[in-house]
């Protein structure tokens, strides 16, 4: 256990889910279930029972620090990394690894989103031991597969080649959102998963990877590796963190390393991306409807979610499919087949009017 680290990314702005995902207040740190845990804290609570608990690490925006520490007061300030610029996976994946080789240069790393839905807890703990185990063998960057089963096009899909152990596979390509068409034939092939956005490696590993694929990143830290783990991290971050380009640990690495591997696995994944998934995952009344913590009055209304913040009854008389959500200053009415637009509402919305709304 002394060997075995986690990292979980949670400085996301969760857009898709606006307007209940805000800027000071991202889907991460939001009770969508009504249970009393954020999606953060049902991550925490996911690897605190296989990662010691100053082994866990938090890496987020800045802005978010007091969010972090009010819903996780268990974690020592000194484990949550605190960006002070959003520049996507692979420079906040680059900054966790080098911390966490200075205090463990022999650390296995488990890095993983802090907005994923699983529902299948213990098989997930078992895949990620395992992954431990193998990347602690092997110089292997290993992502976990999602065995589909829907033609989805909101996930990557990986397509799995050779053995490499039992439910293990080397990966012959990685492929991102696909159309619908391309997504029924990875389905039907069987020869391709989810791309699930969880990682695991040995810290030596990565950095290597980083040092290959992206020196931009590596070369920054290398020539300041003094500085990881000791009170001047975080100014070097400070001065140093903007000029990383904004790139994802996927197309920057994964899709260009060799030694890349996928542990094929089924664990009741959901990314809950969108309010399509937080529907598909949710419970439903008869008319298979989906109402969030809200009073509701539906006529004639199927297949809708209803998420409104509050205390006001929702009367709804007609719609099918329909997305509703309320929350503060914003009302959203959108088609659910219309919700990839969500993302242009929140960018005409700041245009249009200013920050308030976002």
Request: aromatic share 12%; glycine share 6%.
């Amino acid at each position: 256990m002394e060997n075995r680290y986690c990292v979980i990314m949670g400085g996301g702005i969760g857009s898709r889910f606006w307007p209940f995902s805000r800027n000071n207040r991202p889907k991460q740190f939001l009770d969508f279930f009504g249970i009393g845990r954020s999606l953060l804290q049902m991550s925490y609570d996911r690897f605190i029972k296989i990662i010691p608990k100053d082994h866990i690490f938090i890496v987020t925006n800045e802005i978010y620090v007091d969010l972090v520490k009010e819903q996780l007061p268990d974690i020592a300030e000194e484990n949550i990394l605190l960006e002070p610029t959003r520049r996507n996976t692979a420079p906040c994946i680059a900054w966790a690894s080098y911390h966490i080789q200075a205090l463990n240069p022999n650390a296995n790393i488990v890095v993983a989103p802090s907005d994923h839905l699983i529902l299948k807890e213990d098989e997930f703990a078992q895949c990620v031991n395992r992954g431990l185990d193998f990347v602690s063998k092997y110089p292997a960057l290993l992502t976990l597969g999602i065995k589909p089963n829907r033609p989805e096009t909101g996930y990557g899909y990986i397509q799995i080649g050779e053995d490499a152990e039992d439910n293990i596979k080397t990966v012959k390509t990685f492929t991102e959102k696909p159309n619908l068409e391309f997504a029924k034939m990875f389905v039907e092939s069987g020869e391709f998963f989810w791309n699930s956005g969880i990682f695991i490696w040995n810290v030596q590993t990565i950095i290597k990877a980083f040092q290959r694929f992206l020196p931009d990143i590596s070369n920054r830290f290398e020539e300041n590796i003094k500085v990881f783990n000791t009170p001047e991290e975080k100014h070097f971050i400070d001065e140093n963190f903007a000029a990383c380009p904004n790139i994802s640990i996927d197309f920057g690495i994964m899709e260009k390393a060799s030694n890349v591997f996928v542990l094929c696995a089924e664990f009741g994944w959901s990314d809950l991306g969108s309010w399509s998934a937080l529907y598909d995952h949710s419970p439903k009344n008869k008319d298979e409807n989906v109402t969030q913590n809200c009073k509701a009055l539906l006529y004639n209304t199927t297949g809708s979610v209803i998420a409104v913040k509050g205390e006001k009854l929702v009367v709804v008389e007609g719609l099918h499919d329909y997305i509703i959500a309320e929350a503060d200053n914003v009302l959203l009415i959108c088609p659910k087949s219309e919700e990839q637009k969500i993302k242009q509402f929140v960018t005409d919305a700041k245009m249009a009017y200013d920050d308030s709304f976002i």
